[in-house]
């Protein structure tokens, strides 16, 4: 997730339509709402973890998956979920 937004802003896309595009789709990724919450966000990263762990999920997508929780986890901090409400 966050490396397609790098992606895109070296094509000159606006910062901060990418940032909330990706915050966007991070919160898709972890069934959550936009106006989400630190705790939120971590309450379901770890069902989702969880859900989704290789070592626990034998489907061949879990690994992909679980890649994909990650990134939006650390993608949505504390100061990005306030920076995503400052400016929504």
């Excluded at 991070?26 to 290789?54: F, M, N, Q, W």
């Amino acid at each position: 997730i966050v490396r397609e937004g790098f992606k895109n802003l070296a094509a000159g896309a606006n910062p901060m339509e990418q940032f909330r595009s990706t915050y966007e789709k991070s919160c898709s990724v972890l069934g959550i709402s936009t106006d989400t919450t630190e705790y939120e966000v971590k309450l379901a990263y770890r069902k989702l973890a969880k859900k989704y762990h290789p070592d626990v999920n034998s489907d061949p997508k879990a690994t992909t998956k679980f890649q994909e929780i990650n990134a939006a986890y650390e993608f949505l901090s504390k100061e990005n979920i306030e920076r995503y409400k400052k400016y929504s």
